[in-house]
């Protein structure tokens, strides 16, 4: 096989977290994607398959298993493969890392929202979750937002602490709400299927950046945030129908289809707001991997 074979750390060592939301900017500006996701279940474990094709760009296959009960095995719940096929002949270009390729499309995802959306000159940022995104997420905001302190809030406080332990320059919060109080930037990163944030915690000039909910069945905010909020999200195609942070809301009446802003492809309509609450659901479709992918390919390269 002549495709090109990128492991993490290799891959990983030129990046930056900054440039590739750049490269999400540009890569926006192309034809749009057409994508697609499948879902297959047995239980609480999940097959998740995504493609993508941009025009002048590639084809990007993503498959991701989700076994939540590994946890206890201790194995890790979730793994899966990147394969990129060439634009012009299909032929399979390059297999990246899917660890990799994850890490930086999801956080390099809410980045991009977070700079277009949130005050420039906010100073605390909180991160609610202590997994793997959480951790990503973490050094993500601080390259986009150096001047921010970030924080940590988890439901296991252990978790929290030892993620805080490892990177060194995070504090740990111990009240949620008044760890929304305080934040400017609130960025969600869990499993849970019960939305967990209040809107009446949220004031104007707020961004909260949702990731984790990613099923039809999972939201991490409450009704009221999000009808308090000017909505905007990665990609229509990808979340409006499939993720329940978005679904739901739509399907019970509690907003419409048209309260929701702006996705990538209309990036001119996103802009910081100090009168309005900004929310930013990010979905990650499998077109932000083939730019993440295309990305990582030319900085290995270079």
């Not at 990046?15 to 239980?43: C, M, N, P």
């Not at 590994?70 to 990147?82: F, L, T």
């Not at 270009?93 to 660890?99: G, H, Q, T």
């Not at 504090?171 to 930037?185: K, Q, T």
Request: net charge negative; with cysteine; charged share 25%.
């Amino acid at each position: 096989m002549n495709a090109l074979q990128i492991p993490f750390a290799e891959g990983e060592a030129n990046l930056d977290w900054v440039e590739l939301t750049q490269a999400f900017a540009e890569g926006h500006q192309r034809s749009k994607a057409q994508i697609e996701d499948t879902f297959l279940y047995r239980g609480a474990d999940t097959l998740l398959s995504r493609s993508a094709w941009i025009d002048g760009l590639g084809i990007a296959v993503k498959s991701i298993t989700i076994f939540p009960g590994n946890v206890q095995a201790g194995r890790p719940a979730i793994d899966g493969s990147v394969c990129i096929y060439d634009d012009t002949d299909g032929r399979l270009a390059a297999l990246v890392d899917f660890f990799l390729v994850t890490k930086w499309k999801t956080a390099g995802d809410s980045l991009l929202g977070a700079l277009r959306l949130a005050n420039p000159d906010s100073r605390n940022i909180l991160i609610v979750g202590a997994g793997p995104v959480a951790r990503s997420l973490c050094e993500a905001f601080a390259a986009g937002f150096p001047k921010a302190k970030i924080r940590v809030w988890n439901r296991t406080t252990a978790k929290a602490e030892a993620m805080a332990g490892t990177l060194g320059h995070i504090d740990v919060e111990y009240d949620l709400a008044d760890a929304v109080d305080r934040a400017d930037i609130v960025v969600t990163a869990t499993m849970s299927t019960q939305p967990f944030i209040k809107g009446e915690w949220l004031r104007p000039g707020q961004h909260l950046n949702l990731v984790g909910a990613y099923k039809p069945e999972m939201r991490e905010a409450e009704d009221l945030a999000l009808q308090r909020a000017r909505i905007y999200m990665d990609s229509f195609d990808s979340t409006v129908d499939h993720i329940g942070e978005i679904k739901i809301p739509i399907e019970q009446g509690v907003i419409t289809r048209g309260d929701l802003v702006a996705d990538f492809y209309d990036l001119d309509q996103f802009a910081p707001d100090p009168t309005a609450i900004t929310l930013f659901k990010n979905g990650g479709g499998a077109h932000l991997d083939l730019m993440t992918s295309q990305y990582i390919i030319s900085k290995y390269q270079a």
